[in-house]
C-alpha cells in the first residue's frame, strides 16, 4: 500500500505569540505540496460568486412575478386612456336612448356609445346564480369527504373533483351547448317557467335555452371543484381534538360537524366561496358559449344577456373602431381589478385557517 | 321524561337528514363528471380516425378533414410556454423554498403568485394583445400583428404561478438532511440546489410541470386575439397558428354536422392529454419521499 500523501488544507496556525503587526516574527509561508484534492477543488473558481450569481437568478425569477402583474395592469390602464376620457366613470352605470325606438340602449359600436352596465349585470347574475347551486353542493361534498365517506371512496372521490376541475372551459361549453342548452331547453325551463313564472324571473320568451340560466348552470360546475377541494382543506385542519371534545358532550354526528368543524372552519369556507366566486367571475369561455351574446338587460333569467368575459372573447377580434376597442379593454381592467380584490381577499381568509398545516387538498 | 325522548329523536333524525342530503350532493357533483366525460368519450371515440390527425380541415360544409393543424399549432403554442413559463416559475419556487423562506419577500411573491393565479386568462389575452400585437407596438418586426409568438407568451406566463408553487410545495418536502449532508461535503449551494434538492424532488417538479402545461393547452381566451387561429399548417412564430382549443371553439358553434364530429374529437384529445397528466400527478405525490405533497 502507497503511502497516503499528508492533506492540508488550511495553513498551520500562527504561533500565539506573534502579534498582528509583527511582521518579522511570521513564520513564512510553508509550501504545501497540493494534492489531487485540492487542484480539483481550487480549479472549481469561486463558489462564493457563483452561488451569489445563482441567488441573484432566483430572486429575479421571483420578482418576475410582480413585474407580469405591474405589466398586466400598467397595459390595461394605457390602453383604456380613450374610453375612460370620453365617459369617466359614467361608463359602468350610464344608459343611453335609442332615438328612433325610444328603448334604452347600452352598446352601441357604430355611433361609439358604450355603456358596461348589461356586462356588468349578466356577469354578476350568473355568478351568483352559480354561487347558489354550487356552495350547498360543495360544502355537503366536502362534508361527505372529509367526515362521512369510508375511506376507500375518499380516494377516487377527490380525484374525480380534481379531474373535473382540470376539463378546460372550452369543452363544458361545448358541453353545454350540446348537452346542457337542449336539456334545460326541452325539460327545466317549461318547468320553471310554469311553477316559478308569476315571480317574473323566469318568462317563456325566449325558445332557444341559451341565457343567464344556462350560464350559470354551467359556472356553478366549473366552481364546484374549487369551492369543495378548499372547503375541504380548511376542514381537515381543524384538529380532531375538537371533534373529540364535542363528541365526548354526547353529540350526534352532525353536532359535532357543526359545532366542532364548521364553526372552527367557517372563515375559511366563506375563503373557498369568494375564491369560487372570483373564478366565476372572470370564466370566459362556456360562459360566451351559453349565455346568448346580447347586450341586454332583463328580469327573466331564461333571457339572452352577456358577461364582462364574454364580450371581449366575443367582439374584441371584430372591434370596429379603436374606441370600441378601449372599451373592451377597459371592461378587462375592471375584470382584473375585481378579481384581483376578490382574490387577495379569498386568499387572506383561507390562509388565516389552514396557516401553518400542509395543504392535504386537490 | 317525554321531551327528553323527543328531543333526541329530533336530533338523530337531523343527523340522519343531513348525512343523506351530503350523499345527494356528492351524488349530484359526481353525475355531470361522468356524464361529461361519458358523452365526451362516446361522441369523441366515434370521430376520431388517423384523418384526425393527419389531415387540414376541408372547406366549410365539405366532409372530411382533421384537426393537423391545430395539434401542431398547439405543440408549438405550449412548447413557446414552456420555455418561458417552467424557468421562470421553477425559479421563483427554488426561491420561495430555498433562499426566501418565512422572508417578507417570500410571502409577497407566494401571495402575488396566488392572486396572478386567480386573474381571469381573457385579462391575459387582453394584455398580451396590448402588449404584443396592438398595432401600435411596431418598433420590432414580431411585434403589432397576431402571431404564434404572442400566443405562447400568454400562456407562459399563466404556466408562471402554478409551476412556481408546485416547484415550492415539492422542495419543502425534501428533507433537511440531504442539503446539510451535500453542504457539509463541501458543495457550493447552487450545486446543492440544482443537483441535490432539485434532482431529489425532480419527479414532483416534473408533474407540477405537466399540470401547469395540462392546464393551459385547455386555454382559449388568451389566444382569441393572440394567436387567432389559422386554417392551414403553419410553424411559423411570426404567423397566426391554430391550437385545438381555439378550433373546438369555432366548430362547436358552426352550424355543421361535420365540424361539429371533429370538435368532439379534438376535445377528447385534450381531454386525454389532461388526465394523464393529473393522474401522473397522482401518481407521483403518492409515494417516495414526495409524499404528501400537492
Not at chain 1, 488544507?9 to 516574527?25: F, G, L, T, Y
Not at chain 1, 369561455?285 to 331564461?302: D, F, K, Q
Not at chain 2, 399549432?73 to 427554488?94: D, E, K, N, R, T
Not at chain 2, 402571431?147 to 404561478?161: N, T, Y
Request: glycine share 8%; hydrophobic share 50%.
Amino acid at each position: 500500500m502507497a503511502p497516503v500523501p499528508e492533506i492540508r488544507i488550511s495553513q498551520p496556525p500562527i504561533p500565539r505569540e506573534a502579534k498582528v503587526n509583527d511582521e518579522r516574527r511570521l513564520p513564512a509561508a510553508p509550501v504545501v505540496e497540493t494534492s489531487p484534492i485540492r487542484q480539483y477543488l481550487l480549479s472549481r473558481g469561486n463558489s462564493a460568486l457563483a452561488d451569489r450569481i445563482f441567488h441573484l437568478l432566483m430572486v429575479l425569477c421571483a420578482l418576475s412575478i410582480f413585474a407580469i402583474v405591474g405589466l398586466i395592469a400598467w397595459q390595461l390602464v394605457m390602453n383604456s386612456q380613450l374610453t375612460w376620457e370620453k365617459f369617466g366613470l359614467g361608463f359602468f352605470y350610464k344608459t343611453f336612448k335609442n332615438p328612433i325606438t325610444n328603448e334604452p340602449l347600452f352598446w352601441d359600436p357604430v355611433n361609439e356609445r358604450f355603456s358596461a352596465l348589461p356586462f356588468v349585470y349578466g356577469t354578476l347574475v350568473s355568478s351568483f346564480l352559480a354561487l347558489l347551486i354550487a356552495v350547498p353542493l360543495g360544502v355537503g361534498l366536502a362534508i361527505f369527504l372529509t367526515e362521512m365517506s369510508p375511506r376507500a371512496l375518499r380516494g377516487p372521490l377527490a380525484f374525480l373533483t380534481e379531474l373535473l376541475a382540470a376539463i378546460p372551459s372550452v369543452i363544458y361549453g361545448l358541453w353545454a351547448v350540446f348537452v346542457l342548452v337542449p336539456l334545460l331547453r326541452e325539460y327545466v325551463n317549461p318547468l320553471f317557467v310554469r311553477v316559478f313564472g308569476w315571480t317574473g324571473f323566469f318568462s317563456d320568451d325566449n325558445p332557444t335555452g341559451l341565457g343567464f340560466f344556462a350560464g350559470g348552470v354551467i359556472l356553478s360546475i366549473m366552481i364546484l371543484p374549487i369551492i369543495s377541494s378548499l372547503t375541504r382543506e380548511v376542514m381537515s385542519a381543524v384538529p380532531h381534538s375538537q371533534r373529540e371534545a364535542v363528541l365526548a358532550l354526547g353529540a350526534t354526528r352532525w353536532e359535532m360537524i357543526r359545532m366542532g368543524v364548521l364553526r372552527n372552519a367557517r372563515i375559511g369556507i366563506v375563503g373557498a366561496i369568494i375564491l369560487g366566486l372570483g373564478r366565476a367571475l372572470g370564466e370566459t369561455m362556456a360562459v360566451t358559449m351559453v349565455i346568448g351574446n346580447t347586450p341586454e338587460i332583463h328580469r327573466s333569467l331564461l333571457s339572452n344577456g352577456s358577461s364582462m368575459a364574454a364580450v371581449i372573447a366575443n367582439e374584441f377580434t371584430e372591434a370596429v373602431s379603436d374606441m370600441h376597442r378601449t372599451a373592451l379593454i377597459e371592461i378587462g381592467l375592471a375584470l382584473f381589478i375585481v378579481t384581483i380584490i376578490v382574490n387577495a381577499f379569498a386568499q387572506l381568509l383561507v390562509w388565516a385557517v389552514t396557516r401553518g398545516t400542509p395543504s392535504q387538498a386537490h | 321524561m317525554k321531551g327528553e325522548n323527543f328531543r333526541s329523536r329530533i336530533r338523530s333524525f337531523t343527523d340522519r337528514a343531513v348525512t343523506v342530503l351530503a350523499i345527494l350532493a356528492t351524488a349530484l357533483v359526481v353525475t355531470p363528471l361522468v356524464v361529461i366525460f361519458g358523452y365526451l368519450i362516446f361522441k369523441g371515440a366515434s370521430s376520431l380516425n388517423l384523418d384526425f390527425f393527419t389531415k387540414i380541415p376541408k372547406p366549410e360544409g365539405e366532409s372530411g378533414g382533421g384537426m393537423a393543424n391545430a395539434i401542431v399549432g398547439s405543440g408549438v403554442l405550449l412548447g413557446l410556454a414552456s420555455a418561458i413559463g417552467v424557468p421562470i416559475g421553477i425559479g421563483g419556487g427554488v426561491f420561495l423554498a430555498e433562499f426566501g423562506r418565512g422572508t417578507k419577500l417570500a410571502n409577497s411573491v407566494r401571495f402575488t403568485a396566488d392572486v396572478l393565479n386567480g386573474v381571469p386568462s381573457i385579462v391575459m389575452g387582453l394584455a398580451a394583445y396590448a402588449l404584443i400585437v396592438s398595432p401600435h407596438v411596431n418598433f420590432l418586426p414580431f411585434l403589432g400583428h397576431f402571431s404564434a409568438f404572442s400566443g405562447g407568451i400568454a400562456l407562459g406566463i399563466m404556466m408562471i404561478p402554478t409551476v412556481c408553487r408546485t416547484t415550492e410545495e415539492m422542495l419543502l418536502m425534501v428533507p433537511h438532511a440531504v442539503r446539510e449532508a451535500a453542504l457539509g461535503l463541501g458543495v457550493p449551494n447552487w450545486r446543492s440546489v440544482l443537483s441535490i434538492t432539485l434532482k431529489t424532488a425532480s419527479p414532483g417538479i416534473i408533474t407540477g410541470c405537466m399540470l401547469a402545461f395540462a392546464r393551459v393547452a385547455g386555454e382559449t381566451a388568451p389566444l382569441l386575439f393572440t394567436a387567432l387561429g389559422n386554417s392551414f399548417m403553419s410553424t411559423s412564430l411570426n404567423q397566426p397558428i391554430e391550437a385545438l382549443p381555439l378550433q373546438i371553439y369555432v366548430y362547436a358553434l358552426s352550424p355543421y354536422d361535420d365540424q361539429h364530429r371533429l370538435a368532439w374529437a379534438g376535445a377528447l384529445v385534450l381531454i386525454l392529454l389532461i388526465v394523464v397528466a393529473v393522474s401522473l400527478v397522482r401518481y407521483v405525490t403518492s409515494r417516495g419521499v414526495l409524499k404528501g405533497a400537492s
